[in-house]
Structure formats: structure tokens, C-alpha cells
């Protein structure tokens, strides 16, 4: 067992102690014995087995017997004991920040208060502040350490971790003693929601790198402060973890602490078939390290190309690697245009010569609006006086503009029974039709198919608008028949559009290598409705890649001489 872990069963045995209400010496017993472990030097092991850690000062008999179970047996059974006879619900109120063992035995005691739940409603109702030894500023911190806790245990969207990821990205490259520096883990998988950051340096003065580390300006805790791993909480919530390896070490420590678990599981399993080893420290045969510059040497040493992290979720990337068949994944460089974008006509903040402006300064050759139909009136969905009103602007803008060409679309609803707002003579006079639903998500599954299978097959709509309405962390997905959408969409040529906004992300990297498999084609769209939405691109860029998708395979990648011949061809209505 580590020196940390070992550090880390005292102190949670003194915190314990405290809570049951023991005597202050032997709490402190354990505690300080927890701070002498993490500082030692040496080998545990070998320390207990020779019997040296008897003249070590501040570790008595009573911890010295804890620390021997746990070297020998990887657990301690006093440890076991006191949680066992501590109700669970305690032990999660330690993780409040501003509550520690002696606050939550006053309130257990006062109270009858078990868990965090009962805790914060005590809190709301003011109970807390009328107990003694409590007062409404103490109530008042621990509500706000109740809303954090809860806020830091969940995981966090992608775009939210994405400022302090590049932040502390460029502090380390910057760091003097650092020699490379990377971002690992879910973050750098372009995982929709991350649970926290992990960053992968080199370092030949790993002390130092961790010190300057624990001091970042942004640290709201230290949460692990060791030579080769550190952890710290940032004042947002998000957890960041650090690893400092040696220059040598790198490419497979970047490796490894970029997973995924599964990913790595199976790159193990092919190594031991090669009759090779594979940990975060090296690649083995037997006790050779094959060296590795970085991680393109590492997939060659095991036969494999270099597989981008995207893909390394531990599917099928490593037969596709095997066999050269890996996806060229689309790159943000290749999107020429965008689709799905509102603006001040329904529910937008930008007017529509501000979006305009904005995709000619983002480099793009033409603009696809879309603003609400009627039926959504919460978004002021435009009536047909207002489209006209728009495609007159539309054309101006388009006579003065250089370069960018805008394209008249609709986000139509799908209404209940399928078919697609405002009447076919209206739609016509759109160059595109996104059709979403809005309304009416509870529906069942079989009801919810026929319904989008109907808007599907009719001929004016072009692509399908955030196809299983999920808001990431917030809300599921309707009841959908997934394969049964594919396979109409492939066959009546609609695009499904992969929605970029950070929050929906929809639809899901997972079932979109299955859309993509069936012959749908994609487009990465920001359903922007403010300036600044115009950027979610790169964000559904990184799922259109864990995805697997080339940039054939997407839509907006083409010209706008390509997308205009598409968009002109007519659709014949479905003959059913
Ligand atoms: P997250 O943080 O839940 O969004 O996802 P990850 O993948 O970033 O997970 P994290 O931060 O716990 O660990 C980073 C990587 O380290 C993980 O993707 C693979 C590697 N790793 C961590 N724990 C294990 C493990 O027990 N076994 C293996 N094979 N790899 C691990
Ligand atoms: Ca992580
Ligand atoms: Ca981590
Ligand atoms: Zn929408």
C-alpha cells in the first residue's frame, strides 16, 4: 500500500474517532501519525518489516499496529470497525465544506440530523441556527457548502471545464521546469461532460513543478500534494489532477492517464499478446524498456497506427488501427458553412447582419438561418409577413456581401402527428427546412418514430434539428427508435444534424457512428442564438470525431457550389 493511502486511512480513522467522540489524545495520535507517514522517507514496507518504525518519534503502538494490518494486509480492521458503526450519512456530511467531526456530532446529537438531505432542510426551515454552539452566519456557510458539494460531485459540460483547462494548459508550458506538458483523460477524449481535468508533464524537478502547482492562484483546496501526483480543486468546483514523470516516461504516462480505462484495458491485452508489457511507466519486454520519443512510436511498437484520442473509448479502434482502417476524422478547418442559426426575427440576440458579419469574419462562404416557425409563438416564431421581411434583408445582405453568401432557412416543428409547420407553399420558398421537435416530449416510442418518420419522408425538409431533444445533464432524450430514423434518413437523403451547442450535443457520439454506418450524412451545426454560438462548432467538432466521422460524412464541409446543388434538387414526397 502507498504512503498516501496509508496517510490517508489514519486520518480518516481520527476523523472517526472524533465524530464517536473520543478522547482528543488519541484522535490526535492518529492524525499526526498520518501527517509523519506522508512525509516519510523510505520504503513503508521495509520499514515496518525491520522494525525501524518503532524509533520513529510521534508514531505510538496503537497506530504503529494500524500501519503494519494495512502494509500487510492492504486494510485495517480498526478502520473497518469505526465506519461500520458510523451512520453513512455522517460520514458524507464530512465532505461539507465548513463542517468537520465535531460540528456534525453536535448536530446529530441536537438534531437527530443523519444525512446531508436532512441537514439542509434543517437549514432551510433555520433550525440550525437555534442550536447551541450554531448561529445563523454558521447555518448560512453550511447551506453554501451543501450547494457546492453538490455542484462539485457532478460532472461538468466539456465547455465549462474548457477556460481552466486551457489556462492551466499554458501554465504549465510556461513553467520553467516543465519539458512537455498535456492535457489527458476525458477532457482531452472530447468527452461531452468530464468529471474532472488531468494533465500529464515532464519534468526533471517534479518537486517544484507540484509546489508551483499547489500554489496556483485559482486553488480553492489542495486535495493531494505528492511528488508524482497532486490533486487541487479549483474555485469553480473542477478537480485538476496532475502527474510529473520523467522526460523518458511521457508518451506512455500521457497514454495511460488518457484512457479511456476500457481503451487501455484492451491496448494491454494486445501487448501481452506481443508478449509485451505495457504500465504508465513504459512499454516492457521483459525488463527492457522499448524506448518511445512520444505516442506515434508507442501505437508503432504495437503495430498499430497512431489512434487520435478521440476514438479511445475501447470500441473498435484497435482492430481499425491494426488493419490501417481508421476514419480521417473532420477537422474544423474543413467547415466551410454553417447551418441552424437564429437571430433578433425569432429568438436570437444578434441581429441578422451581426450574425452575418460575424461567419465573413469566421471565414465561412455561407450562412444558413433559421430562425423559429410560427407554431413555437414562446420563441416568437415568425409569421409569414416576417419571412418575407427576412428574405428581403437576406437578399440586400447577400447583394453587398463579399464572399459570404446567406441561405434562407426555417426551423420548422415537427408538429404531434408529424407534419412539419406552415404549408407546403411556404416551405417552398426556403433554399432549406430543419425540422425539430419542440413540443410534446412525452410521447412513446412508437408514436415518436412514426411522428419524426413522417417529417422524415416529407420532401421539403432538408435535415432534422437536435434529433432526440436530450440537454445534457439536465434532461434525457425522448423515446426514440433510433435505427428505425437511420435507415429512413439515409433513404429518403435527410441530414442529420449534429447540434454543436455545448448542452445538447445531440445527437450522441455513440449512436451517430451507428447513423454514419447506415449512409446518413451529418451536419455540425451551432443552433447559435448570440454571436459568440457561432463558435460551438469546434465543440461538436470534437464529437462529430469521437464519432468517427470523415469530413465527406458531413455536410457543411462542402462548397457552397455543392451545398446549393443539393439543396436545388427536389425531393419527390414519399409514394407510401
Ligand atoms: P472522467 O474524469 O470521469 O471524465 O474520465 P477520465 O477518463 O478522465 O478518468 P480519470 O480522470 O479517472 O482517469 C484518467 C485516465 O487514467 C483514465 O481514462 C484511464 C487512466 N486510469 C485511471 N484509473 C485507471 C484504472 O484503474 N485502470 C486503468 N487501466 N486506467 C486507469
Ligand atoms: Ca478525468
Ligand atoms: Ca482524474
Ligand atoms: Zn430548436
Not at 426575427?345 to 444578434?350: E, L, M, R, V
Not at 416529407?458 to 432538408?462: F, G, L, W, Y
Not at 443552433?527 to 460551438?536: E, P, Q, R, T, Y
Given at each position: 500500500m502507498e504512503k498516501t493511502a496509508v496517510a490517508q486511512i489514519l486520518e480518516e480513522i481520527g476523523t472517526y474517532l472524533e465524530l464517536l467522540g473520543e478522547n482528543p489524545f488519541k484522535v490526535k495520535a492518529f492524525t499526526g501519525a498520518a501527517r509523519i507517514i506522508e512525509t516519510l522517507e523510505g520504503d513503508l514496507a521495509s520499514l515496518v518489516a525491520s522494525g525501524?518504525?518503532?524509533?520513529?518519534?510521534?508514531?505510538?503502538p496503537a497506530t504503529r499496529d494500524v500501519i503494519a494490518e494495512l502494509v500487510s494486509q492492504g486494510r485495517s480492521s480498526v478502520h473497518h470497525e469505526l465506519k461500520a458503526g458510523i451512520a453513512p450519512g455522517l460520514i458524507e456530511m464530512?465532505?461539507?465544506?465548513?463542517?468537520?467531526p465535531k460540528k456534525i456530532k453536535a448536530i446529530h446529537e441536537g438534531l437527530g440530523i443523519s444525512s446531508v438531505g436532512e441537514l439542509e432542510y434543517a437549514c432551510l426551515e433555520n433550525r440550525l441556527a437555534t442550536?447551541?454552539?450554531?448561529g445563523a452566519k454558521t447555518q448560512e456557510k453550511i447551506l453554501k457548502g451543501i450547494a457546492l458539494r453538490k455542484a462539485f460531485r457532478g460532472r461538468h459540460l466539456y465547455v465549462d471545464a474548457l477556460p481552466s483547462a486551457t489556462r492551466i494548459l499554458s501554465e504549465l508550458e510556461r513553467h520553467?521546469?516543465?519539458i512537455r506538458v498535456a492535457l489527458a483523460g476525458s477532457m482531452r477524449r472530447r468527452?461531452?461532460?468530464?468529471k474532472d481535468l488531468d494533465f500529464v508533464a515532464s519534468s526533471a524537478h517534479a518537486e517544484r513543478v507540484m509546489a508551483d502547482f499547489a500554489a496556483h492562484?485559482?486553488?480553492?483546496?489542495?486535495l493531494a500534494h505528492g511528488p508524482t501526483k497532486s490533486s487541487i480543486r479549483l474555485s469553480n468546483g473542477l478537480q485538476v489532477d496532475l502527474r510529473v514523470v520523467t522526460d523518458t516516461e511521457f508518451p506512455f504516462a500521457l497514454h495511460h492517464f488518457t484512457g479511456s480505462k476500457d481503451h487501455n484495458e484492451a491496448m494491454r491485452s494486445r501487448a501481452k499478446g506481443l508478449g509485451l508489457k505495457i504500465n504508465e511507466y513504459g512499454l516492457f519486454r521483459g525488463a527492457e524498456l522499448i524506448s518511445c520519443q512520444d505516442e506515434h512510436d508507442f501505437f508503432r511498437e504495437l503495430g498499430l497506427d497512431f489512434i487520435p484520442?478521440?476514438?479511445?473509448?475501447?470500441?473498435?479502434e484497435i482492430s481499425q488501427a491494426e488493419r490501417h482502417g481508421l476514419p480521417e476524422l473532420v477537422k474544423e478547418?474543413?467547415?466551410q458553412g454553417v447551418f441552424h442559426v437564429h437571430t433578433t426575427?425569432?429568438?436570437?440576440?444578434?441581429t441578422l447582419e451581426r450574425m452575418a458579419m460575424e461567419a465573413q469574419a469566421l471565414g465561412y462562404s455561407y450562412l444558413g438561418i433559421s430562425d423559429h416557425s410560427q407554431a413555437a409563438t414562446y420563441a416568437h416564431g415568425l409569421t409569414r409577413d416576417r419571412i418575407r421581411e427576412q428574405h428581403a434583408e437576406i437578399d440586400a445582405l447577400n447583394a453587398r456581401l463579399d464572399g459570404l453568401r446567406i441561405l434562407k432557412g426555417i426551423e420548422a416543428d415537427i408538429l404531434a402527428d408529424g407534419s412539419v409547420d406552415y404549408d407546403d407553399a411556404t416551405l417552398e420558398g426556403f433554399d432549406f427546412v430543419i425540422a425539430s421537435i419542440?413540443?410534446?416530449?412525452?410521447?412513446?416510442q412508437a408514436r415518436m418514430t412514426e411522428r419524426m418518420v413522417t417529417a422524415i419522408r416529407?420532401?421539403?425538409?432538408?435535415m432534422l434539428g437536435h434529433m432526440t431533444g436530450r440537454l445534457l445533464l439536465a434532461r434525457e432524450p425522448y423515446a426514440l427508435d433510433l435505427e428505425t430514423i437511420f435507415r429512413e434518413a439515409a433513404a429518403h437523403g435527410v441530414i442529420i444534424e449534429l447540434n454543436a451547442n455545448p448542452h445538447r450535443l445531440d445527437i450522441d457520439w455513440r449512436h451517430l457512428r451507428r447513423a454514419l454506418a447506415l449512409g446518413v450524412r451529418i451536419s455540425i451545426n451551432p443552433?447559435?442564438?448570440?454571436?459568440?454560438?457561432?463558435?460551438?462548432v469546434g465543440i461538436g467538432i470534437g464529437i462529430a470525431r469521437k464519432g468517427g466521422a470523415a469530413a465527406t460524412q458531413v455536410?457543411?464541409?462542402?462548397?457552397l457550389e455543392d451545398v446549393l446543388a443539393h439543396l436545388s434538387r427536389r425531393r419527390a414526397p414519399a409514394s407510401i
Open positions: 525501524e518504525i518503532k524509533g520513529i518519534k510521534g508514531i505510538g464530512l465532505e461539507i465544506s465548513g463542517l468537520g442550536l447551541a454552539g450554531f520553467p521546469d516543465v468527452m461531452e461532460t468530464v492562484g485559482d486553488v480553492a483546496e489542495v484520442p478521440e476514438l479511445r473509448e475501447g470500441l473498435d478547418a474543413e467547415i426575427y425569432s429568438d436570437g440576440t444578434a419542440h413540443s410534446r416530449f412525452g410521447m412513446d416529407h420532401p421539403r425538409v432538408t443552433d447559435a442564438h448570440s454571436v459568440d454560438g457561432l463558435k460551438d455536410f457543411n464541409t462542402q462548397s
